[in-house]
């Protein structure tokens, strides 16, 4: 990266040609070199970092693997960027011996599964364990959906929806299958797992277990359908015990009851205001007919 970064710069000058014939060009220079390696191991100025999220410290690794071998690459710097461009070819593959190109693995980088053959590293559906490095067995461990020791089969419960002699796509079969199934969808199935059943028209169909009178028969209890199953559920206003029976949740009344209590009173307050005079005139009432009676 350090190299990509420096590699339209030149020495700051005013004068580019006179620099470059006092000082040397700038491409092979001792400034260029150490400006390099001020980008090396910056992850953030990687076009794609996703390939080492998953190494731990990797910062500090790169830079102790930097120190300890500057000589190897002030040696690929002044001697060999030309002839030898592909610095990770030379220096890990070549010089280090710490790596292996794609699609090999081992001390020896040997070929992964398929590269011999010019096709695609484990089909193109899994990954070498291995692959790029001097470890690994060098056997494919497969993508979801696919197996084999090419990973060029479709797995037990997937079926392949294209297929030839160096491509393959595996999709997934309908929930409802039981034994695999040759398409996608309901109709594709072979056979029907338990809570389904086989219709003519429709394939696999999910059964309505509680359209059985004798599912769910305890007391405030319902029975609630499922894809391809059923459960049992105490219904609203009731809560299930520790004996696994259906009881009258007291807490969910209650709460109702105090939610409601405020509304009640505050539902018309000008209705309220006016109930209260009216009571308090019937009230007076008698009192003014004997005074009157008194005054008679």
């Known amino acids: 990266m350090g190299m990509k970064k420096t590699e339209k710069q030149h020495f700051a000058g005013g004068n580019t040609d006179w620099e470059e014939r006092k000082l040397g060009k700038f491409a092979t220079s001792e400034t260029r070199f150490v400006e390099s390696m001020e980008y090396t191991c910056k992850k953030d100025t990687l076009e794609d970092s996703t390939a080492f999220e998953a190494i731990k410290e990797i910062k500090f690794k790169c830079h102790s693997l930097a120190e300890e071998h500057e000589d190897t690459l002030e040696k690929w710097f002044f001697s060999y960027q030309t002839t030898e461009p592909d610095l990770e070819k030379w220096l890990c593959i070549d010089e280090l011996r710490k790596c292996c190109s794609r699609g090999h693995f081992g001390p020896l980088c040997q070929p992964c599964p398929g590269v011999q ?140 009851n105090s939610t409601l209590e405020p509304e009640m009173k505050t539902e018309n307050p000008e209705a309220a205001i006016n109930n209260s005079s009216s009571q308090i005139d019937i009230q007076e009432t008698p009192q003014s007919n004997n005074v009157l009676n008194d005054e008679l």
Request: glycine share 12%.
């Open 117 to 256: 053959k010019s096709e695609a590293t484990c089909f193109g559906r899994g990954k070498c364990q291995g692959d790029g490095t001097r470890g690994g067995t060098g056997k494919c461990e497969c993508d979801r959906g696919y197996v084999g020791v090419m990973c060029s089969n479709c797995d037990a419960h997937f079926f392949a929806r294209e297929n030839n002699a160096t491509f393959i796509e595996c999709e997934e079969c309908f929930d409802g299958c039981a034994s695999g199934c040759t398409s996608a969808g309901p109709k594709g199935c072979r056979a029907c797992r338990s809570g389904y059943v086989m219709d003519t028209d429709e394939g696999c169909k999910d059964v309505d277990e509680c359209a059985d009178d004798n599912k769910c028969i305890k007391e405030h209890e319902e029975c609630v359908n499922l894809v391809g199953s059923f459960r049992c559920a105490c219904k609203e206003g009731y809560r299930r015990n520790s004996n696994d029976e259906c009881e009258l949740d007291i807490e969910e009344k209650s709460n109702q």
